[in-house]
């Protein structure tokens, strides 16, 4: 949330306060004030200050009642740098209210000559740093003597749609006061850039105007309430630090819908494609306050501007924000539980979030999108609340598909490469490594954070894994859902879904020791627990297993992808095998190869050979899971035979079947001789002109010795 740092200024000599509320490693600067005078002016009016310094003048009947006004000089440094022309000064017990203009008369340091203002900065609320700062507010001044002498307006009435001058001007911390020089303004359809008089030859401020014009463009076309700005907006450069590009600010504590702003660091100004690029993601803040200024909303501010940059690169479709690289994590930590690591990298983070919900249509297709959960939030409700119910109409179903696509970098890029580099190495309690026959189990606790993700990595590094070694992973407690992948660096692939209190096998971990892969457990918490704030927990145990087969084991799965590898088929089919009485058999190959531009699957299953007279069936079931015929025509089932003196199949020829499940039956017995022996299986797709064959599938039987 927003930090509010209050201070108290006190009478005396002298005092020392801290001026910086931001988190900063370096700790926050120092400040040191001197008292310059002191005065109690009434309805006959009268002056405060000093020649040295500065002069207040209020005339009669400004104050309705007696004030006490204090003025202190300050050893802080001008916030316009070498755009300053004076040191700052602070103004104590200025009333919100005074009903005559009144004059200021403040001492320059004689460079003040030309585009002079003075900046009267009061505290405001930063909407991009979410702290409380002195902004600014330039107010036009002529010199006159070695001073700039400005007059302060009349207050307007307070309200929403009031002028931009009617925020609280005088404040128990004082109202800060500092002159500034060589500005000039730029002034287009709804803005005024205030910079300096040689900006005009900066690529970065044509730039900035772009970005800031056809941000108001596009929001006003996807309907978003710009209308509601009826004076343009104001933008300063001037120097921030070196890691802000812009701010928003807004009067604080009152707020109007004029009384936004923005600043821009004038160190980036050389970088154009940054200034459009920002121009752009700190007005949308301007238009987010007119909606709802809660600090509640402030995660979903950044999360929405940070996706909103999109508009204003060269590739939008695969730009990737720099600001969520840096928070790609904070997903995984809870959608609103992740502000604990603070509500500007949490928006960072979660913009993923807002492009995965928004992101179908055109342009502004999808910024209308957005604009349908920013119209959720003028009623007050929660941010998270107003993203589901865009979405699925109360039930966050959605979050599920969302973690799966994030971490799959579907959503943006480089979630799964992050992982890889930093995150299990920095956390090994999220990593189950598989080093040896004492490496059997573990149990992952999971806090199950309403709306969260987590990542954990059994790493399979043991040489002593056989074809039988297998992981049985189970999800227990919790609302929650766990996807397993085997993953090698950043190629990953989706084996199974585990659901609650239920669990799958991984077999044959050898060959994921041998092909270097490991197996990745991504756990998505889909529940509400706490459905007032989203910050309920809800445990629960991921529990992993690493054992052997049994020896007998007589069922064995084979998924077949067809994706990608021809033109006329996608999807996949399952085969099945099974032998009668529970004969023993093993897969001792278990492999793809190309043929003629064509995925196949290469498998040699080997068994003992039987006693005299008995007879090992094989039966062979192909079913589909989720294959399809692209083009017109039909899918079938075909095989063709290779060396069957080996091998008997049941039945030899096999019309072929227009659906599936296909069965065929193998039997081998004592009287076929030892050796490798294999058929085919084919898909066969008939269209209307021509015929296509499609191997899919090798299938070798190996008896009496390993192959």
């Given at each position: 949330?927003?930090?509010?740092?209050?201070?108290?200024?006190?009478?005396?000599?002298?005092?020392?306060?801290?001026?910086?509320?931001?988190?900063?490693?370096e700790g926050p600067s120092q400040?040191?004030?001197?008292?310059?005078?002191?005065?109690?002016?009434?309805?006959?009016?009268?002056?405060?200050?000093?020649?040295?310094?500065?002069?207040?003048?209020?005339?009669?009947?400004?104050?309705?009642?007696?004030?006490d006004l204090e003025m202190y000089s300050s050893d802080g440094e001008n916030p316009f740098k070498e755009d300053g022309a004076s040191g700052l000064v602070y103004l104590k017990g200025l009333p919100a209210q005074f009903i005559k203009p009144i004059r200021i008369a403040l001492k320059h340091d004689g460079t003040a000559t030309d585009g002079t203002y003075i900046n009267q900065a009061q505290l405001t609320a930063n909407t991009s740093t979410f702290d409380t700062i002195y902004g600014t507010n330039l107010i036009q001044a002529n010199d006159s003597a070695g001073f700039l002498v400005a007059f302060l307006p009349v207050p307007q009435p307070k309200g929403r749609n009031a002028d931009e001058n009617s925020g609280i001007i005088g404040n128990d911390n004082g109202v800060q006061y500092s002159c500034v020089k060589g500005l000039t303004k730029r002034q287009s359809d709804h803005f005024i850039i205030y910079h300096r008089n040689t900006d005009v030859y900066d690529p970065g401020l044509e730039a900035l105007n772009d970005g800031l014009e056809a941000g108001y463009q596009l929001l006003a076309e996807a309907y978003f309430e710009v209308n509601r700005l009826t004076?343009?907006?104001?933008?300063?450069?001037?120097?921030?630090?070196?890691?802000?590009?812009?701010?928003?600010?807004?009067?604080f504590p009152f707020y109007t819908d004029n009384?936004?702003?923005?600043?821009?660091?004038?160190?980036?100004?050389?970088?154009?494609?940054?200034?459009?690029?920002?121009?752009?993601?700190?007005?949308?803040?301007?238009?987010?306050?007119?909606?709802?200024?809660?600090?509640?909303?402030?995660?979903?501010?950044?999360?929405?501007?940070?996706?909103f940059e999109k508009f204003f690169t060269s590739s939008p479709g695969s730009y990737v924000p720099q600001t969520f690289t840096e928070n790609l994590k904070q997903p995984f930590w809870g959608l609103q539980m992740g502000v604990v690591k603070g509500a500007d990298k949490h928006g960072y983070g979660?913009?993923?979030?807002?492009?995965?919900?928004?992101?179908?249509?055109?342009?502004?297709?999808?910024?209308?999108?957005?604009?349908?959960?920013?119209?959720?939030?003028?009623?007050?409700?929660?941010?998270?609340?107003?993203?589901?119910?865009?979405?699925?109409?109360?039930?966050?179903?959605?979050?599920?598909?969302?973690?799966?696509?994030?971490?799959?970098?579907?959503v943006y890029g480089g979630v799964t490469e992050a992982y890889n580099k930093y995150w299990f190495n920095q956390n090994p309690t999220d990593v189950f490594r598989v080093r040896g026959a004492n490496?059997?189990?573990?149990?992952?606790?999971?806090?199950?954070?309403?709306?969260?993700?987590?990542?954990?990595?059994?790493?399979?590094?043991?040489?002593?894994?056989?074809?039988?070694?297998?992981?049985?992973?189970?999800?227990?407690?919790?609302?929650?859902?766990?996807?397993?992948?085997?993953?090698?660096?950043?190629?990953?692939?989706?084996?199974?879904?585990?659901?609650?209190?239920?669990e799958i096998t991984v077999s044959d971990l050898k060959s994921f020791y041998d092909n270097g892969y490991d197996i990745c457990l991504l756990l998505s918490n889909f529940g509400i627990h706490a459905?007032?704030?989203?910050?309920?927990?809800?445990?629960?145990?991921?529990?992993?297993?690493?054992?052997?087969?049994?020896?007998?084991?007589?069922?064995?799965?084979?998924?077949?992808?067809?994706?990608?590898?021809?033109?006329?088929?996608?999807?996949?089919?399952?085969?099945?095998?099974?032998?009668?009485?529970?004969?023993?058999?093993?897969?001792?190959?278990?492999?793809?190869?190309?043929?003629?531009?064509?995925?196949?699957?290469?498998?040699?299953?080997?068994?003992?050979?039987?006693?005299?007279?008995?007879?090992?069936?094989?039966?062979?079931?192909?079913?589909?899971?989720?294959?399809?015929?692209?083009?017109?025509?039909?899918i079938e089932i075909n095989k063709a035979i290779w060396a069957v003196s080996d091998m008997t199949l049941i039945p030899y020829v096999y019309p072929q079947p227009d659906i599936l499940p296909y069965?065929?039956?193998?039997?081998?017995?004592?009287?076929?001789?030892a050796g490798p022996c294999s058929f085919w299986l084919e898909l066969l797709i008939n269209e209307p002109y021509f015929s296509n064959n499609l191997d899919v599938m090798m299938l070798g039987f190996n008896i009496g010795k390993d192959h």
């Open positions: 949330m927003k930090t509010r740092c209050f201070f108290a200024l006190l009478s005396g000599v002298s005092l020392t306060f801290l001026t910086a509320c931001k988190d900063n490693s400040e040191s004030f001197t008292l310059i005078d002191k005065q109690q002016i009434g309805a006959s009016g009268g002056s405060v200050g000093s020649a040295e310094y500065m002069t207040v003048d209020i005339p009669a009947g400004a104050f309705v009642t007696s004030v004076k343009p907006v104001n933008v300063y450069l001037k120097y921030l630090n070196d890691e802000i590009y812009g701010q928003t600010n807004r009067d009384s936004g702003y923005i600043e821009i660091n004038r160190l980036h100004l050389m970088e154009p494609a940054l200034m459009k690029i920002t121009g752009a993601h700190e007005f949308f803040h301007i238009v987010q306050d007119l909606y709802n200024f809660d600090d509640k909303y402030n995660w979903l501010q950044e999360a929405s501007s940070t996706w979660t913009s993923s979030v807002i492009k995965y919900l928004v992101e179908n249509g055109n342009n502004a297709e999808q910024l209308a999108n957005l604009r349908k959960i920013w119209d959720l939030t003028k009623t007050g409700k929660h941010p998270v609340q107003a993203l589901i119910e865009y979405q699925s109409n109360y039930t966050p179903n959605w979050w599920n598909e969302f973690i799966k696509a994030y971490f799959t970098n579907q490496d059997k189990e573990i149990i992952f606790n999971n806090d199950g954070k309403d709306l969260s993700g987590y990542v954990y990595l059994v790493n399979i590094d043991w040489d002593g894994l056989t074809n039988l070694s297998k992981c049985t992973i189970s999800l227990s407690s919790g609302i929650s859902r766990l996807y397993v992948f085997k993953k090698k660096d950043t190629e990953i692939e989706l084996l199974s879904e585990v659901y609650m209190d239920e459905l007032e704030n989203f910050t309920g927990y809800y445990p629960t145990q991921i529990h992993v297993q690493i054992s052997d087969e049994e020896e007998d084991n007589s069922v064995t799965y084979y998924e077949t992808q067809a994706d990608n590898y021809h033109p006329y088929f996608s999807g996949s089919f399952l085969i099945t095998f099974e032998t009668d009485d529970d004969y023993p058999f093993t897969v001792t190959k278990d492999q793809y190869f190309i043929s003629e531009g064509v995925k196949v699957k290469d498998l040699y299953i080997h068994f003992d050979p039987p006693p005299a007279g008995v007879v090992v069936t094989f039966n062979i079931t192909i079913d589909t899971l989720s294959l399809s015929c692209v083009n017109p025509g039909k069965h065929v039956t193998a039997q081998y017995s004592s009287s076929n001789s």
